[in-house]
């Protein structure tokens, strides 16, 4: 019987393994944008997170007053350690801001502010009927300092470049520092959150047409799809207020009066989207039982109009039962007439139980 050697392989012909751990990919991988603004203008050219802070130093050390925006799009845990090792965040806020799934809060870090907020986008659908999703959610994480602001976004929509483009035509906005981008972006968001329930709005009305209509067929599914979207929103939207309202009053030494003021507007406007969100969730919680009710009654004209017919049909089985048995001495069998009058009797029956039946609305 041959035998068998195991084949020695040498070092130099085994691959080497590479650990992904120890690829750091660079921070500009995970950057949209860095600038550097002083008295609301932004300065010309482009700079590193690091070279960013820099130039603010510099221009602060002569007298100037400056900050750095810098915006980060889903970086990962070697990204943000970079960004917060250079401009000084503390680490329980930076590691929330790389596994995301926070609900909206504010944090105070000494003279530094951390707040989560929930973005939110419409899905675009005909119908509901024909929608598997209409609300999809992401976060935005705002680190503000004294001289720094640094976004990070998790999620495909909800964009900063539109709102840096408009805050950077307003130099005069933009010159009441840091704080004023965090203003910007949560009035973005809520702005968001106005729209988003005025389209929710006209497929709940819709829905609660179909419901009403006396022709329409009651789809309980759309309903509680409907539920589960605002549910998903109501999680978004609803623990922002709470935040707000810490930013306006337990964190407003931070804030300029200007600042304030602004804060103060965005969270009534905050009041109003959870408020229309909170209506909008007894609306359906109340088509999910009027859409109940409406099956309930229809299964019970349905079981009264298969009980009116196996009571009529009952009839005439009964009677082809009793002579179906062939007894012997049956003496309408003999009778000329016997057969025609049986089939008149059962119908007669039928008759009158259906008269009956359908004048008490069971048919």
Not at 95 to 116: C, S
Request: glycine residues 6%; proline residues 5%.
């Amino acid at each position: 019987m041959p035998s068998f050697r195991a084949r020695t392989i040498p070092p130099s012909a085994v691959a080497p393994v590479v650990d992904a751990k120890r690829i750091h990919v660079p921070v500009a991988r995970a950057m949209v944008d860095c600038a550097v603004y002083v008295g609301g203008q932004r300065l010309p050219g482009k700079y590193t997170h690091a070279g960013a802070l820099a130039k603010v130093h510099e221009l602060e050390a002569a007298g100037q007053k400056a900050f750095v925006w810098l915006g980060l799009h889903e970086p990962d845990e070697h990204q943000m350690e970079s960004v917060a090792h250079t401009f000084g965040l503390h680490p329980i806020p930076v590691e929330d801001a790389v596994h995301a799934h926070q609900r909206p809060k504010v944090e105070r870090y000494d003279d530094a502010l951390f707040v989560v907020l929930k973005t939110v986008n419409f899905v675009p659908h005909e119908s509901v009927a024909m929608a598997r999703q209409i609300v999809e959610t992401g976060e935005i994480m705002v680190f503000v300092g004294p001289d720094y602001v640094v976004t990070v976004r998790h999620g495909e929509h909800s964009g900063l470049a539109g709102l840096r483009h408009d805050m950077e035509c307003e130099p005069a906005q933009l010159a009441l520092g840091p704080h004023a981008v965090m203003h910007g972006i949560a009035q973005q968001i809520v702005d968001a959150y106005l729209d988003l329930t005025r389209l929710m709005e006209c497929d709940i009305d819709a829905t609660e047409e179909q419901t009403f209509s006396p022709d329409g067929k009651t789809e309980i599914e759309q309903i509680y799809m409907l539920k589960r979207q605002l549910v998903e929103l109501r999680r978004a939207v609803g623990p922002l207020t709470v935040a707000l309202q810490k930013i306006t009053t337990e964190h407003k030494d931070l804030l300029s009066k200007e600042i304030e003021r602004y804060m103060r507007d965005v969270l009534s406007q905050q009041t109003q989207a959870a408020d229309r969100i909170a209506s909008y969730d007894e609306m359906l919680s109340s088509l999910v039982q009027a859409a109940l009710a409406r099956v309930g009654m229809q299964q019970n004209v349905d079981m009264r109009k298969i009980s009116a017919w196996v009571a009529i049909a009952a009839v005439p089985t009964m009677i082809a039962g009793i002579y179906g048995m062939n007894f012997e001495r049956m003496p309408e069998l003999s009778w000329t007439w016997g057969y025609p009058t049986v089939l008149l009797v059962m119908l007669t029956i039928c008759a009158f139980l259906y008269i009956n039946f359908r004048r008490n609305h069971w048919l």
